[in-house]
């Protein structure tokens, strides 16, 4: 399995990476599996890593006055966790295998990496989150993408040590 090809296929890396960062990330990165029932990520905690998910299913939940709510299962090409990982925000949800699932895992470190050698890629991959998100809770809200924008990459700033870019 080539993660350098599953790093490709998804929106946020194919559209904020070039090939060569593709390829540098995805020699940080690993492959991990989770079998069926095994908790991947715990609402609450910090996020030291997210997941590009290439095979197997993993169910969303978030914690009720009773009970866990499902919100969402995802599948092969989606990401998760990476709004906590970006932005030092804790995991909003709990994030469990309800199959066997392989994933790509790409930590922290991994991308600190890549914002040392590419120091625009963070502006790039806030805006790109920032957009994700705004369309999945207001699709048509345009100033509330550029505030969103705003906060998520003055977040990935400080918790990735950045400054902002200097202009001329």
Same mark, same amino acid.
């Given at each position: 399995? /080539?993660?350098? /090809?599953? #790093?490709?296929?998804?929106? @946020?890396?194919?559209?904020?990476?070039?090939?060569?960062?593709? !390829?540098? #990330?995805?020699?940080?990165?690993?492959? %991990?599996?989770?079998?069926?029932?095994?908790?991947?990520? =715990?609402?609450?905690? +910090?996020?030291? +890593?997210?997941?590009?998910?290439? *095979?197997?299913?993993?169910? %969303?939940?978030?914690?009720? $006055?009773?009970?866990?709510?499902?919100?969402?299962?995802?599948?092969?090409?989606?990401?998760?966790?990476?709004? !906590?990982?970006?932005?030092?925000?804790?995991?909003?949800? *709990? %994030? *469990?295998?309800?199959? *066997?699932?392989?994933?790509?895992?790409?930590?922290?470190?991994?991308?600190?990496?890549?914002?040392?050698?590419?120091? /625009?890629? #963070? /502006? $790039?991959?806030?805006?790109?989150?920032?957009?994700?998100?705004?369309? @999945? !809770?207001?699709?048509?809200?345009?100033?509330?993408?550029?505030?969103?924008?705003?906060?998520?990459?003055?977040?990935?700033?400080?918790? +990735?040590?950045?400054?902002?870019?200097? =202009?001329?």
């Amino acid at each position: 399995m /080539d993660i350098q /090809d599953v #790093l490709g296929r998804i929106s @946020l890396f194919a559209d904020a990476l070039t090939p060569q960062q593709r !390829s540098e #990330l995805a020699t940080r990165c690993r492959l %991990v599996t989770y079998t069926r029932g095994m908790i991947v990520m =715990n609402e609450g905690d +910090f996020g030291g +890593f997210m997941l590009a998910i290439v *095979t197997g299913r993993l169910g %969303v939940a978030v914690a009720d $006055r009773r009970a866990a709510r499902p919100v969402a299962t995802l599948g092969p090409g989606e990401i998760v966790g990476e709004m !906590s990982m970006l932005t030092g925000a804790r995991r909003a949800a *709990t %994030v *469990t295998a309800i199959e *066997t699932t392989i994933a790509v895992e790409i930590t922290k470190v991994a991308l600190e990496a890549m914002f040392r050698r590419s120091p /625009d890629l #963070l /502006d $790039r991959m806030g805006a790109l989150l920032a957009e994700r998100r705004t369309r @999945l !809770s207001s699709p048509d809200a345009p100033r509330a993408t550029e505030s969103r924008t705003r906060e998520i990459i003055e977040a990935m700033r400080r918790l +990735f040590g950045r400054q902002p870019p200097v =202009n001329p």
